[in-house]
């Protein structure tokens, strides 16, 4: 059985002592991401590179000086973890970010800001393509925004006028 976090109403519930850890175990679930696609419908959840004890996120990459390879993002929220598989990362440079199967570039979602001119890159968490279901995060190495984010927080945090 599962611990309902939240009330029917929508309230957050006060778990007792005993509940505690299948609350921390539901919240966890809740922000690490089991499947996301590329604009093609590739899923990128990769099995065997775990990080932080969970599958991982595979990209392709290209530096601006046009030099390839391929990393693993963490696939929970927030969480800055990568590793590198191929290719040198160096902190501030923007990278091109693309499927490692089909090569499709990721799509654009908005500016981040940021000093090294980054944009925020979407990835589908289902094959519809759609914005408001999606990951999002900065393709400049080390940005603060370089984590997924849910991309329906970017778009209402840019509405705002926070992002
Ligand atoms: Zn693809
Ligand atoms: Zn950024």
């Known amino acids: 059985m599962t ?12 778990p007792d002592a005993e509940s505690w850890a299948k609350v921390k175990e539901e919240v966890k679930k809740a922000v690490t ?3 996301v696609y590329c604009p093609r419908g590739h899923n990128l959840i990769e099995e065997d ?4 004890g969970g599958p991982g996120i595979r990209l392709g990459f290209r530096r601006p000086n046009g030099e390839p390879g391929e990393l693993i993002l963490s696939a929970t929220l927030g969480c800055q973890d990568k ?9 501030g440079e923007k990278l091109e970010l693309f499927c490692p199967v089909c090569m499709s570039n990721l799509p654009i979602l908005s500016e981040c800001h940021c000093e090294g001119g980054g ?3 979407m990835l589908y968490l289902s094959r519809e393509n759609n914005p408001y279901h999606a990951i999002a995060f900065c ?9 997924i984010i849910r991309a329906g927080d970017v778009v209402r945090a840019a509405r705002l006028g926070e992002w």
Not at 7 to 12: E, M, S, V, W, Y
Not at 83 to 91: A, C, N
Not at 141 to 146: A, I
């Open 49 to 52: 590179h775990t990080i932080g």
């Open 33 to 35: 991401v089991t499947e």
């Open 3 to 14: 611990y309902e976090i939240f009330d029917k109403d929508g309230k957050l519930r006060i």
């Open 83 to 91: 590793t590198v598989i191929s290719g040198k990362l160096f902190e």
């Open 119 to 121: 944009e925020v890159r």
């Open 139 to 147: 393709d400049v190495v080390g940005c603060r925004n370089s984590s």
